[in-house]
């Protein structure tokens, strides 16, 4: 993961997000969107990268490229609600942690204290990380996918919170 840098989306990321998402195995896109796609429809980009007061949105990049994003929306069940995708090959080596502890520690800096996700039940990874990141976590199985809500402080080792590097540089 050396050079990978997580920075705030932008609206110049339209193309890159776009490409990030057709590169995206059909399974991936299924798992994150719960459904598949063919092509990245526009109004679900501008979606990924819509930030204000009630949304948030980062990308990780390699050289340019996007490899994964993550975005949070305050409200719902949770103070902020969360979602990550990582690109299928660079998937288990650690970057959907850091996006995570890094979209966290925004949004703990702006007063949340609880995060929820839903997740689909057959995304063991991501159940993997949840249980990692929130042992304490609330998990509700409904119609298949596992409803989650969590305290922000227990990913607090996930967040480069003790470094002298900025919290968005991997």
Not at 48 to 60: G, H, P, Y
């Amino acid at each position: 993961m050396q050079g990978t840098q997580i920075r705030p989306a932008r609206p110049d990321d339209d193309e890159r997000v776009r490409s990030f998402l057709a590169g995206l195995s059909l399974h991936t896109r299924t798992l994150r969107f719960f459904t598949g796609f063919s092509r990245p429809a526009a109004s679900l980009v501008r979606t990924l990268l819509a930030v204000d007061d009630r949304r948030d949105a980062l990308v990780a990049t390699l050289d340019g490229e996007v490899i994964g994003h993550a975005m949070s929306y305050r409200g719902g069940t949770a103070d902020v609600e969360i979602a990550v995708v990582v690109t299928d090959r660079w998937q288990g080596h650690g970057l959907g942690p850091r996006l995570v502890g890094a979209l966290l520690l925004r949004a703990a800096g702006r007063g949340a204290t609880t995060v929820g996700m839903d997740v689909m039940g057959e995304n063991r990874r991501a159940l993997r990380m949840v249980r990692r990141l929130w042992p304490d976590a609330t998990m509700t199985v409904v119609s298949g996918v596992v409803e989650v809500t969590a305290v922000i402080d227990r990913a607090a080792p996930f967040a480069e919170q003790g470094s002298a590097a900025s919290p968005l540089t991997v």
